[in-house]
């Protein structure tokens, strides 16, 4: 068995393969072979947005993969900006029509704030707006599972206020050098699933000397330790590329770091997003 094989269960009783591929800047006119690309390699996890407008793409590789659909996990994220019931109603179906699916296994909330304030303003209402909605499409059986990204612990705890479902995932950012250890034991606490995206840092991780050498100790790649690093974790781990051969290596993860190192990792700071430092996840406020 290797890591495209293993699964976690959500606490609803649904599978979720542990490592998945991330889809985030690749065009919808790529996205397609991508995909096709992936699930001949084995990957069964295939995670799209709103806001990376390939939904169309992912949903067409999804449907010409040659897999049956009950064989893949597929999750989508409401766009950030969306904290009201009807528009998170409209926009639920109007993932479904753009991906051409007749239900998906997860879909999120993607940010507790819209991208333009993030970690800003008071969003509260809108997210619980957002959660019933998802809720219900939850209920009708349009979605799997549901969830949400981004959401730091007080956020969380404002949509289990009202809530009839408890999250099953919280996508956030983890890798080696931001590793939110409190977050993750409190998701963990509520039976959340954490999904780690970028776990590679976006590529800012690549040229950290320390784990360049840690890497070269294992025989692996950076990306292969970061990946693998994430999964000891516990969490879900969605490097995201359209190369195939990147495909293959990051799932060539079959090994194990000890516990020595996987603190040495856990304990990194200080990595530097450069360019992608514009993005809020990666900039903050």
């Not at 009708?140 to 949400?148: E, T």
Request: aromatic letters at 8%; charged letters at 20%.
């Amino acid at each position: 068995m290797t890591a495209l094989d293993e699964t976690y269960t959500l606490s609803n009783g649904v599978e979720i393969p542990k490592l998945g591929l991330g889809t985030w800047f690749i065009d919808d006119d790529k996205a397609a072979e991508a995909v096709r690309a992936a699930v001949g390699i084995g990957y069964r996890n295939i995670d799209t947005a709103q806001a990376y407008g390939n939904e169309h793409g992912v949903g067409d590789g999804v449907r010409s993969c040659g897999e049956p659909r009950d064989e893949l996990f597929v999750s989508t994220k409401l766009a950030a900006e969306i904290k009201d019931y009807d528009q998170a109603i409209a926009a639920i179906d109007g993932s479904l029509t753009t991906l051409g699916l007749d239900h998906v296994d997860l879909v999120l909330i993607h940010s507790p704030q819209p991208w333009d304030d993030f970690r800003g303003g008071d969003y509260a209402q809108g997210n619980r707006e957002a959660w019933r909605a998802l809720e219900d499409a939850h209920r009708a059986g349009k979605i799997r599972s549901i969830g949400v990204s981004n959401f730091q612990r007080h956020d969380l705890e404002n949509i289990l206020q009202g809530a009839s479902v408890v999250p099953h995932v919280n996508q956030l950012l983890v890798h080696a050098g931001n590793t939110p250890s409190d977050l993750l034991a409190y998701c963990q606490s509520k039976q959340i699933l954490v999904e780690a995206y970028s776990p590679i840092a976006h590529g800012a991780i690549l040229t950290n000397a320390e784990v360049q050498a840690m890497a070269q100790k294992y025989g692996v790649s950076v990306p292969q330790l970061c990946i693998r690093y994430t999964l000891q974790l516990g969490t879900v781990s969605l490097p995201k590329t359209a190369n195939p051969e990147h495909m293959r290596s990051n799932a060539e993860v079959d090994f194990e770091i000890s516990g020595a190192d996987m603190d040495v990792l856990r304990d990194l700071r200080g990595v530097d997003y450069g360019e992608h430092s514009a993005f809020p996840v990666y900039g903050g406020k």
